[in-house]
């Protein structure tokens, strides 16, 4: 294994260490024991270069930038362990799967593809999300959906199964968002406050029913109609076959629709020349 010291990382006596890589077809397996993260992604980058359509990452442990920047409808990573801070930023066409959690800002400003986690995710996922699914199995932390958008044919769209903390769906200009709270470790309200605050675009549906204290000013809450489950039903057919779970218990609870009440919700708050 060849070891020389990296001159880039601060840590005294860091050794830069090129990840173990095993190849069977058009599979390429790599060993993330112990490795930096920027060694990690750049050996995925030379296995696809080397013409791999799939890599496995094996003993991932908060390395980040998994998948960054990587295009490609073709190609898979399979993560086996904790994924770090930023998984799949700007991701164009791959899809992602996690056995195991995944740390804060997956997907952020991911233009297409899918992520699909089997754990929890931590803070700010899809934060200007443009495009592709995030299949989330358990919890989620705050500001999850923050500005995600929308642009003629591309709608993201997320699905967290669990429960979610404040801000969930702050500022959000376009696409979908989903809360079941269904895979849950904790006790407590399905979702926190300041539910949908900002939003001025796109929708948001919550199994189950939303309290008035937890929702933010900017949105109206109805109880989604036969036409918005004919819109919600497609994503939730997804989400069960990526994460193994029973359409007909998802929806066996009926859903809320948050929508935003205004396209210009701080318009009053600023001055204009």
Not at 40 to 58: S, T
Not at 140 to 166: F, N, Q, S, T
Not at 187 to 195: D, K, Q, S
Request: with cysteine; glycine share 16%; net charge negative.
């Amino acid at each position: 294994m060849k070891q020389v010291m990296d001159p880039t990382v601060p840590q005294v006596g860091y050794l830069k260490i090129e990840p173990p890589v095993a190849r069977e077809g058009d599979t390429a397996t790599i060993d993330a024991k112990n490795i930096y993260y920027r060694q990690l992604n750049e050996a995925v980058r030379r296995a696809y270069a080397d013409g791999a359509k799939k890599v496995v990452l094996e003993n991932v442990n908060g390395q980040r930038y998994i998948g960054n920047g990587i295009t490609g409808k073709d190609l898979k990573i399979e993560v086996r362990g904790t994924a770090g801070n930023d998984m799949a930023m700007f991701m164009n066409g791959p899809t992602v799967e996690v056995f195991g959690n995944a740390q804060d800002g997956v997907s952020n400003t991911m233009n297409a593809g899918t992520v699909i986690v089997h754990g929890d995710a931590g803070d700010v996922l899809g934060y200007g999300m443009r495009g592709g699914r995030v299949f989330i199995k358990g919890d989620v932390g705050y500001r999850v959906g923050i500005h995600m958008k929308a642009y003629e044919g591309l709608v993201p769209a997320m699905v967290c199964g669990g429960k979610a903390r404040d801000f969930f769906g702050e500022y959000m200009a376009g696409g979908m968002l989903v809360l079941l709270g269904m895979n849950s470790q904790f006790e407590g309200p399905l979702v926190g406050g300041y539910l949908g605050t900002g939003m001025h675009g796109g929708v948001i549906y919550v199994r189950g029913e939303v309290e008035p204290w937890q929702t933010g000013k900017e949105v109206g809450v109805f109880e989604a109609s036969a036409e918005d489950m004919a819109e919600l039903k497609p994503v939730l057919e997804e989400y069960c076959a990526a994460q193994g779970m029973d359409l007909a218990e998802v929806l066996s609870v009926p859903f809320t629709k948050l929508v935003p009440v205004s396209h210009r919700p701080y318009g009053k708050l600023y001055a204009y020349t």
